[in-house]
């Protein structure tokens, strides 16, 4: 079966690097769009980074842009999301999920999401 599973968020300081990972299975990378998305409490869901399928374009929120990098790991089946430079503001959940299209407004797979935390 398809299934995304989310990992490496942590506590980190402010300026500091993580990266996140999203493991996929029951699928090649090839087949889906990969986005990443980040949700706090009381707000909305807002996408963070996407790479097209067949390892094509990426798009990034300008929130993140020049930050975040997003590439995909094809021996891994894994698909990452580099943060650096972190914010207080970056501190959420972050999610991954797989679609059609880096432009399409549904996702049909999503992973559990993992905590990230930007704390001095």
């Known amino acids: 079966q398809v299934q995304l599973v989310d990992s490496g968020g942590g506590l980190v300081q402010p300026g500091g690097s993580l990266r996140l990972a999203c493991a996929a299975s029951?699928?090649?990378?090839?087949?889906?769009?990969i986005g990443w998305f980040r949700q706090v409490p009381g707000k909305e869901r807002e996408g963070i980074a996407c790479?097209?399928?067949?390892?094509?374009?990426?798009t990034f929120a300008e929130s993140v842009k020049g930050r975040f990098t997003i590439f995909k790991d094809y021996p891994k089946n894994t698909v990452f999301l580099q943060m650096s430079s972190l914010k207080f503001e970056d501190t959420s959940v972050y999610f991954c999920?797989?679609?059609?299209?880096?432009?399409?407004?549904?996702?049909?797979?999503w992973g559990q999401g993992t905590q990230v935390s930007v704390s001095s």
């Open positions: 999920a797989a679609g059609s299209s880096c432009k399409s407004t549904r996702f049909e797979y």
């Open positions: 029951g699928f090649t990378l090839d087949d889906y769009a």
């Open positions: 790479i097209d399928s067949n390892n094509g374009p990426t």
